[in-house]
């Protein structure tokens, strides 16, 4: 009988976080989100790791958001970056 090669890759660190663990994360980072529904129902959609690309203007230092910044204006960015793509697709293909 032979034993398994160990495996190359490093084992995944990173827990699995449910919608609501994902939204208290980002409210402990300093992230101000006024109801915290609409934002679970929003990464259900958006992919947290896709989105959390948009946070870096939003930071300062990695992790930390500036004071007062609202989980509307990361949506609201995500939102322009999304019409934005669609536009330049559009003309694209003209």
Known sequence: MS?????????YQKPWLSYAD???NLVS?????????VAERFL???NY?????Y???????RHSFLPGVRFDDVVGAY?????LRDLMTE????
């Open 44 to 46: 259900t959609h958006a």
């Open 55 to 61: 946070f870096l203007a939003f930071e300062q230092p």
């Open 79 to 83: 939102q322009f970056d999304i019409t």
């Open 29 to 37: 980072r300093g992230l101000t989100v006024a109801d915290p529904a």
């Open 91 to 94: 003309a694209l293909e003209v």
């Open 49 to 53: 790791y896709r989105f959390s690309g």
């Open 22 to 24: 994902q939204v208290a």
């Open 3 to 11: 034993v398994p090669a160990p495996s190359s890759r490093p084992s």
